[in-house]
């Protein structure tokens, strides 16, 4: 099995900056690809940002590009999402998620991935 533990998240203005971190442990933890999501009530979880396991390769929903930036330390089985210029509309319950498949660059979404946290709220005020 494997953990996936969120944090970073809280409660910031327009224009702030906040930095999530996603702590992997478990049995598998080499060759995963990982993904960050988000949900606001009411709406579908949207893949947001994604890198794969060596990380040269990176992708980026378009409601984000520009300003969040994905990353991830190996060596400590770690990812993080830095987001850069939040906006109220960024406010949501933010996920990541670990992926074994490698059927698909960038995965299609929630389905190819094989684990999940227990997500971490990120609200921003105007």
């Known amino acids: 099995q494997v953990q996936l533990v969120e944090s970073g998240g809280g409660l910031v203005q327009a224009g702030d900056s906040l930095r999530l971190s996603c702590a992997v442990s478990g049995r598998r933890l080499s060759g995963y690809t990982m993904g960050w999501f988000r949900q606001a009530p009411g709406k579908d979880r949207d893949q947001i940002a994604v890198i794969n396991w060596s990380g040269v390769s990176a992708y980026y929903a378009g409601s984000v590009k520009g300003r969040f930036t994905i990353s991830r330390d190996r060596a400590k089985n770690t990812g993080y999402l830095q987001m850069n210029n939040l906006k109220p509309e960024d406010t949501a319950l933010y996920y990541c998620?670990?992926?074994?498949?490698?059927?698909?660059?960038?995965?299609?979404?929630?389905?190819?991935?094989?684990?999940w946290g227990q997500g971490t709220q990120v609200t921003v005020s105007s």
């Open positions: 998620a670990a992926s074994w498949r490698g059927t698909n660059w960038p995965p299609a979404g929630i389905s190819e991935y094989d684990y």
